[in-house]
């Protein structure tokens, strides 16, 4: 398994944009389907975004489709989720994951994803 650590949340107005990123250690990162989550306060774990292994398909919440991308280097072993047109419902601490098994299909549940990143937090004024 790899050990994720999520980096580029912060403070931004309505209609901003931020790029999160999740750098992976110690694991074969190029093999796993990557995944982003969020949790608002009060809320549960909600999934925002997937991409497979290759980085050749992807899943969106229908709350996000059309204003985020996930991507992935797999040369430089890290996860991106670029988030344009931000909203103030888009305030949550964001978490990255990988799948549970190298080389397998990509996940929309949390129990999909067998390793996550301590999160990072992502707040959207109004």
């Known amino acids: 398994q790899v050990e994720l650590a999520e980096s580029g949340g912060g403070l931004v107005q309505a209609g901003g944009s931020l790029r999160l990123s999740c750098a992976a250690y110690g694991g074969t990162f190029s093999r796993y389907p990557m995944g982003w989550f969020r949790q608002a306060p009060g809320k549960a774990l909600d999934f925002v975004s997937s991409i497979s292994w290759s980085g050749g398909g992807t899943y969106y919440a229908d709350s996000v489709k059309g204003r985020f991308t996930i991507s992935r280097d797999n040369i430089k072993n890290t996860l991106y989720l670029q988030m344009n047109n931000l909203k103030p419902e888009d305030t949550a601490v964001y978490y990255c994951?990988?799948?549970?098994?190298?080389?397998?299909?990509?996940?929309?549940?949390?129990?999909?994803?067998?390793?996550w990143g301590q999160g990072t937090q992502v707040t959207v004024s109004s």
């Open positions: 994951a990988a799948g549970l098994m190298p080389l397998g299909a990509m996940g929309r549940e949390v129990r999909d994803f067998g390793s």
